[in-house]
């Protein structure tokens, strides 16, 4: 073994991406062997499982916990990660892969991703924010963006459409919740102080960009200490359809009607709405949210 050889754990989800990348991590793991490394490759039946298991590798304190998959695996990560020093290391082969997009990792490349985590392994890891997440009954936590409204039906019912495959999923999702749009009366709490917004959507960001690469929070920075509450004011079904692709680019929050505040701590409350994070269900609202400042290391 090489001096920068490293003991690195894999997370695998083979079913990211609807198994598209079921190939992903293999490759991941022949790949780390060739250059030397030490791989210990985990894969279970569910999440729950998988989290157990690199939950009990880290105890054991391997120089990398790597996931492989998308934005749910990093949650994994952060979860699995949680008051350790360990770096994450990422090789997205999800649907969205916004945490990868967020950080630079290659997105869409399987072969330049393995690339670039080679080479991230050799250097300091980056120290990134991450938040915690409080409800009845649980704590969890976060990288990317929490969100509760609009966007969080849209990817409830895109998880739940096994086609088409990508990003057009959430835009048919869009169109489907769209339909059904009503505004939402929040009470949200920014470090301390209490606002009553009625809104469409509330997305609390780490990262800039959920959804495949939608930055709903173009400035947010993954490592100012802050998220970025993004809201999004009642409007019609034509202007929301208007602002809708302006997403993409992230400049819809030039619109009046799209405001940004800048907190450590988030309390969201709504009657009848569930947060998501990272992708992934996490609970109905209320929910407090607390900036864990540095709280990850990554490869990236
Ligand atoms: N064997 C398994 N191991 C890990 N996760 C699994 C497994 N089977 C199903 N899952 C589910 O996969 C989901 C996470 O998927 P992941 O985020 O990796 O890919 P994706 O949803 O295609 O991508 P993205 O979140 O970037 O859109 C979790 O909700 C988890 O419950």
Redesign the pocket.
Known sequence: MTSSSKRIVVAI??????GRGREVGPAVVTTLRGLGHEVTSL?????AQ?LDAARAAVREKPDALVVV?????VN?GVLALEGSRVPLGLV?S?????MARGLGIPVGDTEAAIEHLAAALQRPARVIDAGTIGFAGGRSRFACILSAGFDALVNERA?RMTRPRGRSRYTIALLVELAKLRPIDYTLTLDGVVHHERALLVAVANNLSFG?GMKVAPDASLDDGLFDVVLVRPLGRLAFLRIYPRVFAGTHITDPRVVVHRAAAVRVEAAGVVAYA???RIAPLPVDIDMDAGGLRVLA
């Open positions: 989800n083979p079913t990211a991406s609807f894969t279970e039946p569910d999440f998988l998959g998308g934005d749910g695996m994994l997205p999800g649907t969205g892969n916004d998880n495949g990272d992708g992934e």
